[in-house]
């Protein structure tokens, strides 16, 4: 039965004299592999990353989400986990990890993990374990174990799809060499789903937990949220009679894991967070997440979904903000990160609409892209909430589309037979400096992924000596951000503006403008310009820009 309002808002989050950090925080997404390496393999890693804080802390900040640097066949760029309580050896060490959160504290930045507890690898210790011990056995409970359908169960068990292609089952060689039972994995064969019925999964969890809360970790990005209880019987999806609440994902058991897991959080000293990737579009379900005894905040996708225009942009802000306001829960803004085309390729495109499958080729006018992506992150930074900028967003780093087929890594590429061509457009390494790749990412002659010759102009030290620069736009924000009292919780008031523009007001004294249109418009009198995208000239504000405003107090 559905709680009422009333509980389930519960103890709402208090509008306090006191504001967590992460209400407001913006996040530096780092993954891990591509952001710099240190020890000249070609592989972004630990020491690199700790070389780097100083352009981090420099940046503006609050921040830190570390990618999965755990133990990993790397199968899936590390969300395939074979041991959740060490590093993997070709990013550094578990001392190195501890040095990093110290290091990183020292700077006045916050660390948050991945933590992903939908599945494993299937080299982790358990599963491994569970295979050989054969049907049956208490090993196998702790995943999704099932016969097959059919004559010689040569059927997968249901009808479920894996998120990287293919059926969501894998049959089983027995020990004795005979075809054996199939496992359940919602993403590749070689991620087991973790049955999250069995009590030893939720102590494990509760374990890992505690030992990086006791290694100083700020929090945790809980990967796929939304999926890890399912339906004990396992229906088929054909024939499903809620197609927005299939038997696979959100199911009502999970909340009960999240508010184990805020009990362990809030038991550790200091403000720390959980942040969900939760893909609930129903607005009351996905509130349920973000109940007072539950998590903190959880990614907005609706906003990081939705095309360039007014209509479109406003509508999510506003539904975001409604929401949110349900359980007293920040909203988050975000416009790229590791599992999506870079904002500044898609903001280039006819249709600007962020699609689950990447079709490389597409006409592109990068030019265009670049200057919707200065709007976007000063309207992003405008929003009451908190903010995430996915390394090389700050640089106006775009979709690398031209990887060649053999260097291609994500297992999407194999899982759908090549239609998808995967994530690793989005994950190609840094430049810092250089003319020439790898523009200092390694000192090695290549990166992991080929970082293209274009990228000359946006390496770090390039734009570090142009005021005018994307990264120079990025520190410039950021830092003023911080300094404007109205941007911490004030609500967002919507003035009068032209059909193809958004302008709002935050408290009192400051409004952000964003002229969508192909015509210049002219900017609100009575105002001055604290930031903007791009040049202006005579009061007037260019085709896809925007601008921070200080209003007068001679405002009518």
Not at 239 to 255: F, S
Request: glycine letters at 10%.
């Amino acid at each position: 039965m559905r709680r009422s309002l009333e509980e389930r808002t519960g103890a709402v989050r208090a509008a306090a004299d006191h504001r967590p950090w992460w209400r407001s925080a913006v996040f530096y997404q780092v993954y891990i592999r591509s952001f710099a390496d240190g020890d000249g393999d070609g592989l972004g890693d630990l020491r690199g990353l700790r070389n780097r804080l100083g352009y981090l802390r420099d940046l503006g900040v609050d921040a830190l989400w570390i990618n999965p640097w755990y133990v990993s066949p790397m199968i899936d760029g590390g969300y395939d986990i074979a041991d959740y309580r060490d590093i993997d050896p070709s990013l550094g060490t578990l001392p190195e990890a501890e040095a990093f959160i110290g290091e990183a504290h020292a700077a006045g930045l916050r660390v948050i993990i991945d933590v992903v507890p939908n599945h494993c690898s299937s080299a982790h210790p358990w599963f491994t374990a569970a295979l050989a011990a054969g049907p049956g056995s208490p090993e196998r409970e702790r995943f999704w174990f099932r016969p097959g359908r059919g004559p010689g169960g040569a059927e997968p068990p249901n009808d479920w799809r894996a998120t990287f292609g293919g059926p969501a089952w894998t049959r089983t060689t027995e020990p004795d060499g005979t075809p054996g039972e199939w496992y359940l994995h919602l993403f590749d064969p070689s991620q087991p789903d973790w049955n999250w019925n069995h009590p030893d999964v939720r102590a494990e969890f509760e374990s890992i937990l505690r030992f990086w809360l006791d290694r100083g970790v700020d929090g945790f990005r809980i990967d796929v949220a939304d999926l890890l209880v399912k339906n004990p019987d396992l229906p088929d999806l054909s024939g499903w009679p809620d197609p927005a609440r299939p038997p696979d994902r959100d199911q009502p058991g999970v909340h009960e894991i999240y508010r184990s897991w805020r009990a362990i959080l809030d038991s550790y000293p200091g403000e720390r967070l959980f942040v969900g990737e939760v893909w609930v579009a129903d607005p009351d379900r996905f509130t349920d997440y973000l109940r007072a005894d539950e998590l903190h905040t959880a990614f907005n996708f609706n906003f990081l979904r939705c095309g360039w225009g007014p209509a479109e942009m406003r509508s999510v802000i506003d539904s975001t903000l409604s929401t949110h306001s349900l359980v007293g829960a920040p909203p988050t803004w975000v416009l790229s990160n590791h599992d999506v085309i870079r904002h500044v390729t898609r903001y280039g495109r006819d249709d600007t609409r962020y699609g689950e499958q990447r079709l490389l080729g597409l006409p592109v006018d990068l030019e265009l892209g670049t200057r919707r992506a200065r709007a976007a992150i000063l309207l992003l930074c405008a929003l009451p909430g908190g903010v995430y900028v996915y390394q090389g967003d700050e640089l106006g780093l775009w979709e690398v589309e031209d990887i060649p087929l053999a260097l291609r890594q994500d297992p999407t590429l194999r899982g759908t037979s090549g239609a998808d061509p995967g994530r690793d457009g989005s994950r190609v390494p840094l430049p810092w400096e250089g003319s020439v790749p790898p523009f200092g990412f390694s000192d090695s002659t290549a990166s992991w992924l080929p970082q293209p010759a274009e990228w000359r102009s946006l390496t770090v030290a390039e734009q570090n000596a142009d005021p005018r620069s994307h990264l120079s736009l990025y520190r410039s924000l950021l830092k003023l951000r911080r300094t404007l009292p109205e941007l911490s919780e004030s609500p967002v008031e919507w003035l009068t503006a032209p059909q193809d523009a958004l302008v709002f007001a935050r408290g009192t004294g400051f409004a952000c403008a964003v002229n969508f249109s192909s015509e210049p418009m002219a900017l609100p009198a009575h105002t001055t310009v604290l930031i903007a995208s791009g040049p202006l000239a005579g009061g007037m504000l260019p085709a896809d820009t925007a601008v921070w405003l200080r209003t007068s107090d001679t405002d009518p």
